[in-house]
């Protein structure tokens, strides 16, 4: 088992930065292939991107390529998704995400998800 909790949302201007964290409860979080999603209200839950379980595979949908980065720090049990160039439509709850097996981009795929943190982008 493991609980996830997400930080670092908030409110920026389009152009703009921010990194999200999502810490994790559990001595197994090496273990755990992660995953960062995100919703708007009226939408399915959107792959944002993903991270195996030594960092070393990375997957990101195509509509973040080149402007996020996803990392992690197993010895800090964290996973960070660092946004840069922020457009309006990045604008949702983002969601981390864990899963025992690997790669998927299918948010019923996974098995711990943390509450979400709100990130505005305002033009």
């Known amino acids: 088992q493991v609980q996830l909790v997400e930080s670092g949302g908030g409110l920026v201007q389009a152009g703009g930065s921010l990194r999200l964290s999502c810490a994790a409860s559990?001595?197994?979080?090496?273990?755990?292939?992660m995953g960062w999603f995100r919703q708007t209200p009226g939408k399915e839950r959107e792959f944002v991107a993903a991270i195996s379980w030594s960092g070393g595979s990375t997957y990101y949908a195509d509509s973040v390529k080149g402007r996020f980065t996803i990392s992690r720090d197993n010895a800090k049990n964290t996973v960070y998704l660092q946004m840069n160039s922020l457009k309006p439509e990045d604008t949702a709850v983002y969601y981390c995400?864990?899963?025992?097996?690997?790669?998927?981009?299918?948010?019923?795929?996974?098995?711990?998800w943390g509450q979400g943190t709100q990130v505005t982008v305002s033009s």
């Open positions: 995400a864990a899963r025992i097996l690997e790669y998927s981009d299918y948010a019923h795929e996974y098995d711990y």
């Open positions: 559990g001595r197994t979080f090496s273990s755990y292939f």
